[in-house]
């Protein structure tokens, strides 16, 4: 009897670990190849994921791109951005051809291009789903006009098939999961961006390369359109999310909190109040210290009222001065006046359903480039904002493939 997916998945996360550590070993001795260097993709998806050293020892490497398209890519395009890093002087770096050859250069370096291997502070993939789909496409870059039929590395990165199915999938992201993290800072993190086809056992797998206690977020994305999959007579529910999954390196990573703009609803029913000399909304917070004595909280007495409050003495009567504490009426408890023009928004949650898509109703059309698995800007903008600090170093190992 066959095995099932569950009963293979440690082999392959083993196969997967020793493959990664035949590149990182064959890295410290082999001649490094700059990023310029044409390499070979196979078309075969699972077989792709080679041995790097093999790779380097072949003597003549075949030439399977479009005419005059390398495999890889270096150089800057400024209409991206001019962001530097001091570890990376170049900015928006496009690279051309199969992740795992790309990262291992990456990892190696060169007399001319430093190793990246612990300097990249954010990866975010939008791997394969394992859809069974075939996103083929014309891919346009730079200077360079691809012809219309699908070159070997078009028909390796559009191409959502597998030759074992599920477990060749695995197969295939384990090595590639494993270098990503090796070129993570310490401080980095990772989103991991699947859907309902693989999602459950891409989260097993990254449990495995980065360790459960590193798992952070299941982050959820409401795409706006359910891809044509829940039409009249379907015998399913439509399916409008995907699934991102966030893992850090470290326990000290890097995460600026981001905020949602409130709601007109829920400004009417907590910012309610409205001063007349300004027309500033305002709250009137709580001013008492939760927990009491056991959380250390200072005992006295404000306007008549004795509690236990948040603030100091010194600091309470700092708020009374510039009429930041209301009481309401003699007796009753003070609070404390807190303006929404001061206030950030609401903290974003792990249901993200506030970003436009690029399909259905309300799609942002300007940025459509009709195709199927495309993101939003704002989705990667949040992304970046939140797990990426002022000039740091972001890579996306899969490129919407």
């Not at 190849?33 to 792709?48: G, H, I």
């Not at 002087?89 to 250069?105: E, F, K, Q, S, V």
């Not at 995907?242 to 829920?266: G, H, M």
């Amino acid at each position: 009897m066959p095995k099932s997916l569950l009963e293979q998945l440690p082999e392959i996360v083993a196969n997967g670990r020793r493959q990664a550590e035949r590149i990182l070993e064959s890295l410290e001795t082999r001649q490094r190849v700059r990023l310029q260097t044409r390499e070979v993709v196979l078309p075969a998806k699972d077989t792709a994921a080679q041995d790097w050293v093999t790779q380097q020892q072949r003597s003549a490497q075949q030439e399977v791109f479009a005419p005059g398209q390398g495999s890889l890519l270096a150089s800057p395009q400024a209409s991206l951005g001019a962001a530097t890093n001091a570890q990376a002087p170049w900015a928006n770096r496009l690279i051309y051809g199969d992740n795992l050859l790309a990262m291992a250069a990456l990892l190696a370096g060169d007399e001319d291009q430093p190793s990246l291997r612990g300097k990249v502070d954010l990866i975010y993939i939008d791997p394969p789903f394992d859809s069974k789909a075939d996103y083929r496409t014309k891919v346009v870059l730079p200077g360079v006009e691809l012809e219309q039929k699908p070159s070997v590395i078009e028909q390796f990165a559009y191409s959502d098939t597998w030759s074992d199915g599920t477990a060749s999938y695995l197969a295939m992201i384990t090595p590639r999961l494993i270098l990503m993290r090796e070129l993570l800072a310490d401080t980095g993190s990772i989103y991991v961006h699947l859907d309902w086809h693989v999602g459950h056992y891409v989260k097993l797998v990254l449990d495995e390369v980065f360790a459960k206690d590193q798992f952070i977020n299941q982050l959820i994305w409401k795409r706006g359109h359910a891809h044509n999959d829940s039409k009249q007579g379907s015998a399913h529910f439509g399916r409008l999310h995907d699934t991102i999954f966030l893992y850090s390196k470290s326990q000290q990573y890097f995460f600026a909190q981001q905020f949602t703009p409130y709601t007109q609803e829920y400004k009417d029913t907590y910012y309610k109040n409205i001063e007349s000399e300004t027309g500033r909304r305002y709250w009137l917070d709580n001013l008492q210290g939760p927990g009491g004595a056991t959380k250390g909280n200072p005992y006295y007495e404000v306007m008549g009222v004795s509690r236990y409050w948040r603030y100091s003495k010194e600091k309470m009567s700092q708020l009374i001065d510039a009429g930041r504490v209301i009481q309401t009426k003699p007796g009753t408890v003070p609070k404390y006046k807190r303006y929404l023009d001061e206030m950030p928004g609401k903290p974003t949650q792990d249901i993200w359903d506030d970003l436009k898509s690029l399909g259905g109703l309300g799609a942002i059309v300007a940025e459509r480039i009709d195709y199927d698995t495309q993101k939003p800007e704002s989705l990667l903008e949040r992304i970046i904002r939140a797990s990426c600090p002022e000039g740091g170093i972001v890579a996306d190992f899969n490129g919407g493939s």
